[in-house]
Structure formats: structure tokens, C-alpha cells
């Protein structure tokens, strides 16, 4: 005995670290959730109420992935339940689905957020906005504006960050920014 390793933060650093990157809650098995939507008879009509593509009415590209990083402000490594996607101060942050807006307002770890609850279970969130264009309890359209992307809270630039939730549990956003074109190909597949 007498040897122990001490994985926990250190205290002065809680405070300031992304609310969902302090414990780890269950994390959803996203292939079985993917495979629930392409089996799903009405599968269009779930794609307009879940988030589906991409956040940003412009081209794919991501900053940082979900999973273990090496957090940038933080210098140690740490769960990234979301993804980082490129983005200049006052680009139209949009929603990926139409929804409830359950939540805005201003965190250390999320900058100006906003977070939207679609059917089926999902949540989305978006962080870092520079401006927040709905208000609680509005409901939203797919793609409709409701931020500008900026570099509110722990930041080293200015991004998007995405988050996603099914049934309050974190999944990887990765596969359902594709999930728009991945429809059209579902027939031609199996
Ligand atoms: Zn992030």
C-alpha cells in the first residue's frame, strides 16, 4: 500500500471549471440513440424536432472534439461534453432543431448560453455567444438565429461550443451535425 494516485481537482480550480466536465454523469451509448432515429417510421418529421446539422449556417469545422482533452485554460485533462466549432465574433449561431428555450444567461464555464429541449429527450446548448437573441420559454424553429458566436466566459478565442443531451445524459454532437445528409442516404444503405 501507500501509494495512492489523486485524480481530483484542485480546489481553487473547481469553481471556474464547465459544470458538466466536474463529475462524470452516465453518458448515452450514441450508436444506440442513432439507430433509434434511422428506425424510427417518422424519421423526417423527428429530424425538423431533434438537433440535426450543424449550429452555423456555413461549412463543418471543428476546433475540439468531445471526450478526455487536455483543457486549454485549465492545463489538465478533462471530459469535453461538447464540441468546439469554428467561428468568428457575430456569426449567426443557429438551432439544429426546433424546441423549447429552457435556459439563457451568462456561466464562467459557457460564456452567453442558450439551451433548448427538442422532443424525444434532447437538449442542446450553446455557449460562448457574444449575443443571445431569445428569451426563455420562446419556442424555436429549426435553424432558426438565436445568438451571435463570441468569446464570453473561460475561452482562449472565439468558437461555438455544442452540447448535447438525450434523456439527460451527455452524447457525442459529432454524428448528428451529419445527420441532415446522412437521411437522404438512408435508403440506398443496409
Ligand atoms: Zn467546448
Known amino acids: 500500500m501507500g ?3 489523486d485524480f481530483s481537482i484542485p ?3 473547481i469553481s471556474a471549471i464547465d459544470y458538466w466536465e466536474q463529475t462524470l454523469t452516465p453518458i448515452a451509448d450514441v450508436n444506440d440513440v442513432l439507430k ?3 428506425n424510427n ?3 423526417e418529421q423527428m429530424l425538423n424536432n431533434i438537433p440535426a446539422g450543424y449550429p452555423m449556417k456555413k461549412a463543418i469545422e471543428i476546433n475540439s472534439f468531445y471526450g478526455f482533452r487536455n483543457h486549454p485554460v485549465h492545463r489538465m485533462t478533462i471530459f469535453h461534453r461538447g464540441i468546439d ?3 468568428k465574433i457575430g456569426e449567426s449561431a443557429v438551432t439544429t432543431g426546433s424546441g423549447e428555450i429552457i435556459d439563457t444567461g451568462f456561466r464562467k464555464d459557457l460564456g452567453n448560453f442558450v439551451k ?4 424525444y429527450g434532447f437538449e442542446s446548448i450553446y455557449g460562448h455567444l457574444s449575443e443571445i437573441s431569445v428569451k426563455k ?3 424555436v424553429k429549426k435553424g432558426q438565429i438565436i445568438g451571435k458566436v463570441g468569446a464570453t466566459g473561460i475561452v482562449t478565442g472565439p468558437h461555438l461550443h455544442y452540447t448535447l443531451k438525450k434523456n439527460n445524459q451527455y452524447i ?3 454524428d448528428f451535425l451529419f445527420l441532415n445528409f446522412q437521411e437522404q442516404n438512408l435508403s440506398s444503405g443496409n
Do not use: A, M, S, V
Open 41 to 43: 417510421p417518422f424519421k
Open 116 to 119: 433548448i429541449r427538442h422532443c
Open 3 to 5: 501509494y495512492t494516485q
Open 11 to 13: 480546489e481553487e480550480d
Open 172 to 174: 457525442d454532437p459529432f
Open 85 to 87: 466549432l469554428r467561428g
Open 36 to 38: 433509434n432515429i434511422y
Open 137 to 139: 420559454g420562446n419556442y
